[in-house]
Nanobody, 121 residues
C-alpha cells in the first residue's frame, strides 16, 4: 500500500507565499518522477511542475519564476514553493508520483488527495 499525503495549502493574499509538501509512504522501492498538478473549479487538471529522480525540473509557463519544485529523496518528499501568488493560482493542488513498489516489478502512478490553495485579491 502506498500513500501520498499533501500538506501546506491554505488561504493567502495575492503576493504572498505558500509551501506545499507531499510525503510518499508505504512499500516503496524507488520513486521516479514526482509532480504537482492543480485543478481550478470548472477547469481541467493541469501540470504545474515536475521533477525527476536526479532533479531535472519543468514548469508550466504560468508559474515560471514564481514556483520552485524540489524533492528530498531520503524522505520520499516533494515540495512546491509558491511565491508571488496570484488569484489565478487558486486551485486544488495534487501531488503525483511514478514509483516502484516492493511487490511489483513495473512502475505505478499514484495521486495524493489534494490540498486547497486560495489566493485572495
Amino acid at each position: 500500500q502506498v500513500r501520498l499525503v499533501e500538506s501546506g495549502g491554505g488561504l493567502v493574499q495575492a503576493g504572498g507565499s505558500l509551501r506545499l509538501s507531499c510525503a510518499a509512504s508505504g512499500s516503496i522501492s524507488s520513486i521516479n518522477n514526482m509532480a504537482w498538478y492543480r485543478q481550478a473549479p470548472g477547469k481541467q487538471r493541469e501540470l504545474v511542475a515536475s521533477i525527476t529522480s536526479v532533479g531535472s525540473t519543468k514548469y508550466a509557463d504560468s508559474v515560471k519564476g514564481r514556483f520552485t519544485i524540489s524533492r528530498d529523496n531520503a524522505k520520499n518528499t516533494v515540495y512546491l514553493q509558491m511565491n508571488s501568488l496570484k488569484p489565478e493560482d487558486t486551485a486544488d493542488y495534487y501531488c503525483y508520483a511514478v514509483l516502484y513498489t516492493t511487490y511489483r516489478s513495473d512502475s505505478s502512478q499514484y495521486w495524493g488527495q489534494g490540498t486547497q490553495v486560495t489566493v485572495s485579491s
